[in-house]
């Protein structure tokens, strides 16, 4: 561990958040030891390094990240790239980033950095080589590179198990909501989920599974409890879409007034998005209902 990386990004995060060492020190220890670790002398323990971050608006792991992993920013801008090339459905050029990385020793030599890539090279496999089998062998040995047998799943690890769900939705429904069952008992146990945002996306998932299966109000009541996550989270992201999903739940079940109801819904958290994606198509929808006695 590099104490005194870590000590000299503490001192950058408190004087870019306008704190004296005595305001960072407030509540958590004396200024004295807030001096010994930004100088690297000392490392704080464990829950003094939490507050410290709470306190600086930081992930605790980014410290240990620091601490650990030489050239981190040179591996967060690789992850960033990957991200964009994910989200944007660039598959290729994705993988031409994985090829490079795999022979760099920042990733050779290090578990973490290496799953980074092992999970994107899965979703390749799937997306482009058509390969399930390879891309599900390699996207669970990028959960267990880094998981310790008995331990806790890191958020990390969760993600990649939702992107193995994701793949079964489109190939087993069943095995797709086994994963996602599997997935939610991880979260039940994790003491504190730094991305709020996995706990929206798996409670969407499972809520469209269950709609495949025909298990409507499971899934209406996986959408209720995601929306109440949002708005305990004061966000928007797939609240639109958990509300056209309990429309579209409802119009199955042939509740065409109550379906263009949360239709609206929708369509107005997609209008603040400005998300024209999804503007046209709902509002066509609530035409629809609209149209039916």
Partial sequence: MDF????????????????????LAEGICTQAQISKIEKGDVFPYASTLYQ???????????????????RLDYVQEVFQQLQ???RNLRYEEMMDIVRAEEVNPLFMQNNKNMQLLLWHKGIYLYEVDKNLTASIETLQKAVNITHVKGKILLEREIEILLTIGAIYF????????????????????LPHLNDYTIKTRLFYNMA???????R???????????????LHKDSLYLLGEL?????????LLNKPQTA??????????????????????????????????
């Avoid at 958290?269 to 046209?280: A, N, R, S, T």
Wanted: proline share 1%; hydrophobic share 35%.
């Fill in 243 to 251: 509300h056209y999903h309990i429309g579209y739940n409802l119009e």
């Fill in 260 to 293: 263009k109801t949360y239709m609206e819904k929708a369509l107005t958290v997609f209008e603040l998005q400005e998300d024209d994606k999804y503007i046209k198509f709902i509002s066509n929808k609530i035409k629809e209902l609209e149209s039916i006695d």
């Fill in 52 to 70: 410290i971050s709470q306190k600086l608006g930081v992930d605790v792991n980014y410290f240990f990240d620091i601490g650990t992993t030489p």
């Fill in 170 to 189: 489109k190939e087993n429904i069943d095995k797709a909501l086994e994963v996602f069952e599997e997935i939610k008992g991880h979260l039940q146990v």
């Fill in 4 to 23: 005194a990386a870590v000590g000299k990004k503490i001192k950058e995060l408190r004087k870019n958040s306008g704190l004296s060492q005595e305001e």
């Fill in 216 to 230: 409507i109000e499971d899934s209406n009541k996986y959408c209720e409890d995601a929306i109440k996550w949002c």
């Fill in 84 to 86: 964009i090339m994910r």
């Fill in 208 to 214: 469209r599974a269950l709609t495949r299966l025909n």
